[in-house]
C-alpha cells in the first residue's frame, strides 16, 4: 500500500463520513492524480473509491440504528446521505431490510 493510500486509510477510519467527500478530493488529500489514485485504490481494497466509500458510510449507519435512538433522517446525514430516500434504498440494497425494521429487530433482541 502506498504511503498516501495509508494515510488515507487511517484517516477515514471511525466516524469521518459524515461529509460528502469526492474521489477527486480524496485523491488530493493523498498527493496523487485521479488516475493513479484510482488505480491504485483498487489495487489495495479490492474495491473503486466510490463504492468503498458507500460500504463505508452504510456500515456506520448500521451501527448507529442499531446503537443508538437517533432519527433514521439524522443518521442519514451524520453519515454522509443527503437524501433519506436514497439512504434508505442504497440500505436495503445492502442490507435486506429498511433501517427502522432492523432497528425493530435488533431491539426485540437487546
Known amino acids: 500500500m502506498s504511503a498516501g493510500l495509508r494515510i488515507l486509510s487511517s484517516g477515514l477510519s471511525g466516524n469521518r463520513f459524515s461529509s460528502n467527500i469526492t474521489v477527486k478530493q480524496l485523491a ?6 485521479l488516475t493513479a489514485f484510482k488505480q491504485d485504490f483498487r489495487r489495495t481494497f479490492h474495491d473503486t473509491p466510490h463504492r468503498w466509500l458507500l460500504k463505508q458510510r452504510l456500515l456506520q449507519a448500521r451501527f448507529l440504528i442499531i446503537g443508538t435512538q437517533l432519527p433514521i433522517g439524522r443518521i442519514a446525514t451524520e453519515t454522509g446521505f443527503d437524501n433519506v430516500s436514497h439512504f434508505i434504498k442504497l440500505f436495503r ?3 435486506p431490510m429498511t433501517p427502522l425494521a432492523l432497528r425493530k429487530t435488533k431491539r426485540g433482541k437487546l
Do not use: C, K
Not at 28 to 33: G, I, V
Open 28 to 33: 488530493e488529500r493523498t498527493h496523487r492524480n
Open 93 to 95: 440494497q445492502t442490507y
